[in-house]
């Protein structure tokens, strides 16, 4: 039987799943890091901290910053050189596969909400024209 989507402002199915648009298929292009890197920066949720807390990974979260946006409040951003402090050029975990035009991620079970978010059902046309080439098979 399928199971039957219900739309919710986090983008979620009846079954807690995370939507993408229908026919998405990630082509690991690797374009959407670099985008979300390049162009809004990461910002994190408390989830994605209990997410690298429980697994032990302190050097993900060596990459991220505290900014005060108001009385005990802040933002939490990334990614940061743990040695020098200074924003890095890409996002550390991305890898390019040796002889292959694609990329992995490698901290993929642990990656951010706004990594396993994208892209959202509602972006497809913007996404598209940012270079996702998650729909390319259905021109085929
Ligand atoms: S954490 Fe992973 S999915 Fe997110 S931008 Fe970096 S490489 Fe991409
Ligand atoms: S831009 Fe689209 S196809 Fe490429 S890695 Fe990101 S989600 Fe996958």
Known sequence: MK???????????SAGKIRHAEGFLCKQCGNCCK?????????????DFERFDKSGRQ???????????????????????????????????????PHKDAYKCR???LRPDVCRKYP???EKEKVIGDGCRGWDHLDD
Request: hydrophobic share 30%; aromatic share 16%.
């Open 3 to 13: 199971c039957k989507q219900t739309k919710n402002k986090h983008n979620r199915d």
């Open 120 to 122: 959202r059902p509602e």
């Open 107 to 109: 901290i993929y079970e």
């Open 59 to 97: 050097d993900i979260i060596d990459y991220i910053v505290a900014i005060p946006v108001g009385r005990e409040r802040y933002l939490y951003e990334g990614w940061f050189s743990p040695t020098t402090g200074d924003e890095v050029e890409r996002c550390p975990w991305l890898r390019k596969l």
């Open 35 to 47: 985008i979300y890197y390049d162009v809004k920066e990461i910002s994190f949720t408390y989830r």
